[in-house]
């Protein structure tokens, strides 16, 4: 597929997709979400690749929001066809087998707020906003964002962001955990980079195994998520990777992983 309103490279283990709609600040219309679904299966479907980048053009926006002129035209049942459709979407960026980072760059607010908490992890500049203003506009937000940010940040962060509307700083977002590291603006690249790196330093299956067991048990007890958790860790203690990483360990060398 050809994109229009993406940018997808690939480069040292890592695919970097960049929103590219940089005259209306990255928002997300069909086309563009349609664009997204199609590039986080090329980079699941990828073996070269092992963790995915999300970022927006230019210097002042990550995503600022949905489309409002797509928005402003829908009924009712459009309107919910459309929400289902964009958290399909998120939900396959979500649960990749492999870790994403969101880099916001610029305004992460709306659609591209809920594009953001649907990573892994999150970086940004220290000049970036972020926000769910949906209410501002008379609806709620509909790509995820009331139960994730309720999930990562907790519900009393989740209502203050969703009824008040507010932009949130950067600081205050890593403050509640929403960011998980913070730059200055001409350091974000190279910060989650580095980032990225630590985690393609680990062993592939283990950081697979992690994520998918995090993920899973945010939905059942804890007890019925450290069953999950010991099964988990018994599968990885019969991969080839466990026994590199412990002879390394032993070893005192740099273990050569090869995902297996």
Known sequence: MSYENLLFETS?????????????????NHQTLTELAHAF?????DAAVKLVIVTGAGEKAFVAGADINEL???????????AFFGQQVFARLETMTK????????FALGGGCELALACTLRTASKTAKLGLPEVSLGIIPGYGGTQRLA???????????????DMIPAEEAWRVGVVNRLFAPEELREGTHKLAQSILSKGPVAVRLAIETIRRGLNM?????EIIESDMFGLASTT?????GMAAFLEKRKANFQGK
């Not at 040292?12 to 997300?28: E, H, Y």
């Not at 299966?41 to 479907?45: G, K, L, T, V």
């Not at 999930?151 to 509307?165: F, K, M, S």
Request: no cysteine; aromatic share 2%; glycine share 10%.
């Open 240 to 244: 080839a990777d466990m026994k590199e």
């Open 12 to 28: 040292g283990g890592i695919a970097t997709v960049t929103v590219n709609r940089p005259k209306v600040l990255n928002a997300l």
């Open 221 to 225: 007890s804890q007890q019925e998520g």
């Open 151 to 165: 999930r990562i940040a907790g519900p009393g962060i989740a209502r203050e962001w969703v009824l008040t509307g």
């Open 72 to 82: 402003a035209k829908m009924e009712a049942m459009e309107a919910k066809s459309k």
């Open 99 to 106: 870790p994403s980072i969101a880099m916001i760059n610029g």
């Open 41 to 45: 299966d090329a980079a699941e479907a």
